[in-house]
């Protein structure tokens, strides 16, 4: 019964996919209209765009076309503007794990000690609040001022925003841990560095591998606009270069990678924040 | 007399209820002592402060007055010379049974060798019966086998006294009468010091040496100390034939039912809280002094 149902849900899968392409395909056939007067005009989008015969938006086969080009060939540079696709991506991951991680190497501590201390969770706790739901880009001026280069800003734009999820959640999971495990840790006189790491760690990490995967998945989204204002590498910085050469193909191309990866991502932290968990 | 190894004096706990109000008293005036090797059940209703008491053995919490001296040295704290069974398990669950009582022998002795600590694991597992599910996590066992897991853990430690919170509540009656036998062939062979926190009748009559009555709360009392008459050697299986093993029951019962309620209001004239009088409900009238002057 499970089997067959997963079996069905697969097939559905396929035709709903199926039927999109069909009306993305009938959308974008070409309309035989006029052509347009304006030469100026036609030069900038290209001939067959302005003549009305093709619609400026790419059909399905255009993309695929274009995918299949990344995908043969995606880590060539041939100058600074004109990377591939691969590198562009490799770029971002590269500084969402970096400001990632960073986040984790502080938060995780701090969350700890706020966690472990009622006065300090209650002391930090006004910051936190102004401080989580500040967008990450209004960071973006005061990095470059403060930092002076454009690469390091938008790590550091990575590593505020992938900061707050991890902190609040480290601090919730630590806070939270039953009073019984602690009681058994106290009876035995654990010490207090091996009472954190054999069972306030253990019992609070399901919670804070939550923290990381939702911290994961907003530093992506907001990697690609930081890339956007900040510009030289990057798919970010690749989505506005094509947006600027009006080719419409390469952007849902760099789209569909994005959400490729993001769920690479997830995925991943899925898989850690499973091996952590435990059954009560 | 025997040589008192835990003493209890004069043991209160009150709390704040209001600011600039009078305190809540939970219980006070609480005196009691066990001697070596003896069991002790203490039997009430909830909300007398049982467990604050079986708390303040273990250290985890702290009277309002009055000191525990256990072997000489006042109670300040939590020891692992005072090992615990709690009410829930407490197991970790991300730890195997054989883990969760690896944790405890580590923390009792951290220089150990590998092969003691596992020698002294599997010696505690094996007791409690469950050295075939040793690689098994607390979800993937029953209630029963978390407990006695609970209990493996709290022995392999071999603490000088053991502090039991209610630890069979949970449990089906099948498998509770299952482990009360465990647990007293087990403290039979180790001459264990037992404390317990129970309300089941039965079980205090099964298991303890002596059972103390507490009247309830607010203002809870140690009321009387019941002398268990019946002889050591007694099993679930016989128990019930000794013609004491009634009048124990329903002098237990008796105090539960109606006594507990009213002697917190109208303690009985010559009621001193320093000498809970001791009963020994179990025996004719007659004897009742002789079998006291033996036991104290």
């Given at each position: 019964m499970?089997?067959?149902?997963?079996?069905?849900?697969?097939?559905?899968?396929?035709?709903?996919?199926?039927?999109?392409v069909?009306?993305?395909?009938?959308?974008?056939?070409?309309t035989?209209?006029?052509?347009?007067?304006?030469?100026?005009?036609?030069?900038?989008?290209?001939?067959?765009?302005?003549?009305?015969?093709?619609?400026?938006?790419?059909s399905?086969?255009?993309?695929?076309?274009?995918?299949?080009?990344?995908?043969?060939?995606?880590?060539?540079?041939?100058?600074?503007?004109?990377?591939?696709?691969?590198?562009?991506?490799?770029?971002?991951?590269?500084?969402?794990?970096?400001?990632?991680?960073?986040?984790?190497?502080?938060?995780?501590?701090?969350?700890?000690?706020?966690?472990?201390?009622?006065?300090?969770?209650?002391?930090?706790?006004?910051?936190?609040?102004?401080?989580?739901?500040?967008?990450?880009?209004?960071?973006?001026?005061?990095?470059?001022?403060?930092?002076k280069?454009?690469?390091?800003?938008?790590?550091?734009?990575?590593?505020?925003?992938?900061?707050?999820?991890?902190?609040?959640?480290?601090?919730?999971?630590?806070?939270?841990?039953?009073?019984?495990?602690l009681?058994?840790?106290?009876?035995?006189?654990?010490?207090?560095?091996?009472?954190?790491?054999?069972?306030?760690?253990?019992?609070?990490?399901?919670?804070?591998m939550?923290?990381?995967?939702?911290s994961?998945?907003?530093?992506?989204?907001?990697i690609?606009?930081?890339?956007?204002l900040?510009?030289?590498?990057?798919?970010?910085?690749?989505?506005?270069?094509?947006?600027?050469?009006?080719?419409?193909?390469?952007?849902?191309c760099a789209?569909?990678?994005?959400?490729?990866?993001?769920?690479?991502?997830?995925?991943?932290?899925?898989?850690?924040?499973?091996?952590?968990?435990?059954?009560? | 007399?025997?040589?008192e190894?835990?003493k209890?004096?004069?043991?209160?706990?009150?709390?704040?209820?209001?600011?600039?109000?009078?305190?809540?008293?939970?219980?006070?005036?609480?005196?009691?002592?066990?001697?070596?090797?003896?069991?002790?059940?203490?039997?009430?209703?909830?909300?007398?402060?049982?467990?604050?008491?079986?708390?303040?053995?273990?250290?985890?919490?702290?009277?309002?007055?009055?000191?525990?001296?256990?072997?000489?040295?006042?109670?300040?704290?939590?020891?692992?010379?005072?090992?615990?069974?709690?009410?829930?398990?407490?197991?970790?669950p991300?730890?195997?049974?054989?883990k969760?009582?690896?944790?405890?022998?580590?923390?009792?002795?951290?220089?150990?060798?590998?092969?003691?600590?596992?020698?002294?694991c599997?010696?505690?597992?094996?007791?409690?019966?469950?050295?075939?599910?040793?690689?098994?996590?607390?979800?993937?066992?029953s209630?029963?086998?978390?407990?006695?897991?609970?209990?493996a853990?709290?022995?392999?430690?071999?603490?000088?006294?053991?502090?039991?919170?209610?630890?069979?509540?949970?449990?089906?009656?099948?498998?509770?009468?299952?482990?009360?036998?465990?647990?007293?062939?087990?403290?039979?062979?180790?001459?264990?010091?037992?404390?317990?926190?129970?309300h089941?009748?039965?079980?205090?009559?099964?298991?303890?040496?002596?059972?103390?009555?507490?009247?309830?709360?607010?203002?809870?009392?140690?009321?009387?100390?019941?002398?268990?008459?019946?002889?050591?050697?007694?099993?679930?299986?016989?128990?019930?034939?000794?013609?004491?093993?009634?009048?124990?029951?329903?002098?237990?019962?008796?105090?539960?039912?109606?006594?507990?309620?009213v002697?917190?209001?109208?303690?009985?004239?010559?009621?001193?809280?320093?000498?809970?009088?001791?009963?020994?409900?179990?025996?004719p009238?007659?004897?009742?002094?002789?079998?006291?002057?033996?036991?104290?």
């Amino acid at each position: 019964m499970q089997r067959s149902g997963r079996l069905a849900a697969t097939l559905l899968s396929f035709v709903i996919f199926a039927l999109f392409v069909a009306v993305w395909h009938v959308a974008t056939l070409p309309t035989g209209g006029a052509p347009v007067a304006d030469s100026e005009y036609s030069k900038l989008v290209g001939s067959a765009a302005a003549s009305g015969q093709k619609s400026a938006m790419p059909s399905p086969k255009d993309v695929a076309l274009k995918l299949w080009e990344h995908v043969k060939d995606p880590f060539f540079v041939r100058g600074t503007n004109d990377q591939g696709i691969g590198i562009q991506i490799a770029y971002s991951i590269g500084r969402v794990l970096l400001g990632f991680s960073l986040a984790a190497l502080v938060a995780i501590p701090l969350g700890f000690v706020i966690g472990m201390s009622p006065l300090l969770y209650r002391a930090f706790d006004p910051f936190i609040q102004v401080l989580k739901p500040i967008s990450p880009l209004a960071w973006m001026p005061l990095a470059l001022f403060t930092i002076k280069d454009s690469a390091t800003s938008s790590i550091f734009v990575i590593f505020i925003c992938s900061l707050w999820p991890m902190l609040i959640n480290t601090a919730f999971g630590v806070s939270a841990v039953r009073r019984e495990w602690l009681n058994v840790a106290r009876t035995l006189e654990v010490s207090p560095l091996r009472k954190a790491f054999l069972v306030v760690l253990p019992a609070a990490a399901p919670t804070i591998m939550t923290g990381m995967r939702i911290s994961v998945g907003i530093a992506w989204l907001v990697i690609v606009a930081a890339e956007m204002l900040v510009g030289g590498t990057g798919i970010g910085y690749f989505v506005w270069n094509e947006w600027n050469n009006l080719s419409i193909s390469n952007i849902l191309c760099a789209i569909l990678l994005i959400g490729l990866v993001g769920m690479l991502l997830d995925q991943i932290l899925a898989r850690l924040a499973c091996a952590v968990s435990y059954p009560e | 007399m025997g040589a008192e190894f835990l003493k209890v004096e004069g043991l209160s706990k009150s709390f704040a209820v209001a600011r600039g109000g009078p305190p809540l008293v939970v219980f006070d005036e609480v005196n009691f002592a066990i001697e070596k090797g003896e069991f002790v059940c203490i039997i009430g209703h909830s909300g007398c402060g049982k467990s604050t008491i079986l708390n303040i053995l273990a250290g985890l919490d702290e009277a309002s007055g009055g000191v525990v001296i256990m072997d000489g040295r006042e109670v300040a704290g939590p020891s692992l010379d005072r090992g615990v069974v709690f009410q829930g398990h407490a197991l970790m669950p991300w730890l195997t049974a054989r883990k969760n009582v690896e944790f405890a022998v580590r923390s009792r002795w951290p220089d150990a060798r590998r092969a003691t600590i596992d020698e002294i694991c599997d010696r505690y597992l094996t007791m409690v019966g469950l050295a075939g599910a040793a690689d098994k996590k607390p979800a993937e066992l029953s209630g029963g086998m978390k407990q006695r897991v609970g209990i493996a853990r709290a022995f392999s430690i071999s603490p000088k006294m053991l502090l039991l919170d209610e630890p069979f509540g949970a449990l089906d009656a099948l498998t509770r009468g299952v482990i009360q036998d465990e647990l007293l062939k087990i403290c039979a062979a180790t001459g264990q010091t037992v404390f317990m926190i129970t309300h089941d009748v039965d079980e205090a009559i099964l298991l303890a040496d002596k059972i103390m009555l507490m009247s309830n709360g607010p203002g809870a009392r140690i009321a009387e100390i019941v002398v268990n008459t019946l002889p050591r050697d007694r099993s679930r299986h016989t128990i019930h034939k000794d013609p004491q093993y009634y009048a124990i029951r329903n002098h237990l019962v008796d105090f539960l039912v109606s006594r507990s309620k009213v002697f917190t209001e109208q303690p009985p004239a010559g009621f001193d809280p320093l000498h809970p009088p001791l009963v020994t409900p179990g025996l004719p009238a007659a004897e009742t002094r002789l079998a006291l002057g033996a036991h104290r």
